[in-house]
């Protein structure tokens, strides 16, 4: 059982280009969501889906993308990458929950990418 | 859209001190409130939730505390000790539309020895 795996670890970009941060659970979760974290801003949702086939926008989803088209995949896209973007980006996952019974996040590893 | 604001951002206490982290939430429909803590270069981790039919909830060393009249909640670390040493996030969960977390910005907690 790994949890939520995120790949890669590290990336570095040029202005412009394009790239897939890939995000797998094994844990039947229906959520998954994409957090970027920059420093003395805590945790930004960027996109979520609440099951497969199904995805919306966060507080912060200009500039990327997002797809889930198997259950235990959750992509993250930047079509043409900014300085902006750098940033730690972290996949996360959870059961949907209810009020009495809310179930927490498990996140992944983060993936840290710098745009130059 | 739910607003949280932590404070403080940063805390340095000796070991065995106390510390608490406060946060307020905007939305009077959250009603849950997980805290996550995060270790340097490391995933956030669950440390401790509470929801909101409960004012106190306590895990050995750790205790969170609930106002909804006022609208806030913090964390309390007993007899800290240097592996307290992290990020510490406040969180809370807004009734509609999506069960969407939204995070405070975190406090930078150093347990000095």
């Known amino acids: 059982n790994a949890g939520v795996t995120q790949t890669p670890k590290f990336r570095v970009l040029k202005t412009g280009q394009s790239m897939t941060l890939l995000c797998a659970q094994d844990?039947?979760?229906?959520?998954m969501y994409w957090y970027r974290q920059d420093p003395g801003m805590g945790l930004r949702l960027i996109h979520y889906s609440v099951g497969e086939g199904t995805t919306a926008k966060g507080e912060v989803p200009d500039g990327y993308n997002v797809s889930r088209l198997k259950k235990q995949n959750f992509l993250l896209g930047l079509e043409s990458a900014a300085p902006s973007q750098t940033s730690v980006y972290f996949c996360?996952?959870?059961?949907?929950?209810?009020?009495?019974?809310?179930?927490?996040?498990?996140f992944g590893n983060g993936t840290r990418l710098t745009v130059t | 859209g739910e607003n949280v604001e932590q404070h403080p951002s940063t805390l340095s206490v000796q070991e065995g001190d106390s510390a608490v982290i406060k946060c307020t939430y905007s939305d009077s429909a959250s009603n849950y409130f997980p805290w996550y803590k995060q270790e340097l270069g490391k995933r956030p981790q669950l440390i401790i939730d509470i929801r909101s039919n409960v004012g106190e909830k306590k895990d050995q060393r750790i205790a969170v505390t609930l106002n909804k009249t006022a609208k806030h909640f913090s964390l309390h670390i007993t007899e800290t000790q240097p592996e307290d040493s992290a990020v510490y996030f406040c969180a809370a969960l807004p009734g509609v539309p999506a069960r969407q977390l939204t995070f405070g910005s975190g406090t930078q907690l150093t347990v000095l020895p």
């Open positions: 996360a996952s959870s059961y949907p929950g209810t009020a009495l019974s809310d179930s927490p996040l498990h």
């Open positions: 844990m039947n979760h229906e959520y």
